[in-house]
């Protein structure tokens, strides 16, 4: 059965669909007609053209607010499962203490925590979209066998960069360091650090994984590098390059002790 975003996803095809029909016949009957009455005709044309633009725009920006709402749902139906699931882990807990089984408790314990203390962190944030898109990168890394860590101490109130620069910026990092790890031999573990100082905000992702080549991180931020196999088409931190340096930030690489780090310094406005 057809969600209503998908409906909305068809209805925008089909305007922009029947505006490039516009478009087309306005074209190819200018080839063959001067008259006045004809002028007439394409002004009228020309206002449809338009109004099914303006139509398609307004119905993709509908969609993305759409799409927005339903990840805050999925975050806080998550809270809610979390909330309502407490008592059954509280239960298992006390039945292996119990049982004397001490050393399974603490597995348990350690488990269960490190799985509410990523909600914990980005409930944090002030921007829910954000606190989406880490959830969806924690969710593919714990599909992947790799830890995922995270440690904010700011709700990005007055971040200098929109949302969908800063889910650009911090995607790609994250996929790029999700990338590394996967092709690690040893401990997997990805740590995202968003910090609020003085003047400016400070983002961190950091990978376990083989170190970077000294060559390669001076090329890694050009449009179409790329050292990873397959259809990549290099253009993930030629982005984030591009968005930290449009707003005054600066980006830093080290990679060493099987660790990669990306930090990225951005001022707050007015700063």
């Known amino acids: 059965m057809l969600k209503n975003i998908d409906l909305l996803r068809i209805l925008l095809l089909l ?15 200018s080839l063959y007609n001067n008259s006045p009455g004809y002028v007439t005709g394409t002004s009228l044309s020309n206002i449809v053209f338009f109004a099914l633009i303006l139509a398609s725009l307004l119905l993709n ?20 499962t979390q909330r309502h699931d407490f008592a059954q882990h509280v239960q298992v807990i006390y039945s292996l203490i119990k049982l004397e089984c001490y050393v399974e408790a603490m597995e348990y314990i350690e488990k269960y925590f490190k799985e509410i203390s990523i909600i914990t962190e980005l409930n944090k944030l002030e921007n829910k979209e954000i606190a989406v898109l880490l959830l969806s990168k924690q969710a593919r890394a714990q599909n992947n066998g790799i830890d995922f860590e995270l440690d904010i101490d ?14 650009s910026m911090i995607g ?12 690690y031999d040893g401990t997997k573990l990805i ?6 100082l003085v003047d400016s905000f400070a983002v961190s992702v950091s990978n376990t994984g083989y170190e970077l080549q000294r060559d390669n991180i001076k090329k890694m931020f050009a449009p179409g590098f790329t050292n990873k196999k397959g259809k990549h088409m290099g ?28 930090m990225v310094t951005l001022p707050k406005l007015g700063e």
């Open 15 to 29: 305007l922009v669909a029947l505006a490039g029909i516009v478009f087309l016949g306005n074209n190819q009957l």
């Open 172 to 183: 790609n990092l994250i996929d790029n360091a999700l990338d590394a790890t996967l092709n």
């Open 61 to 80: 920006y509908l969609i993305m607010k759409y799409e927005q709402l339903e990840k805050v749902a999925e975050l806080n139906n998550t809270i809610k």
């Open 191 to 196: 740590k995202i650090k968003i910090k609020e």
């Open 154 to 167: 700011t709700r990005l109130k007055s971040i200098p960069i929109s949302v969908i620069q800063f889910n």
């Open 235 to 262: 253009l993930g931190l030629s982005s984030v390059n591009k968005i930290v340096k449009q707003h005054g930030g600066k980006i830093e690489v080290i990679s060493k002790n099987n660790q990669t780090t990306f």
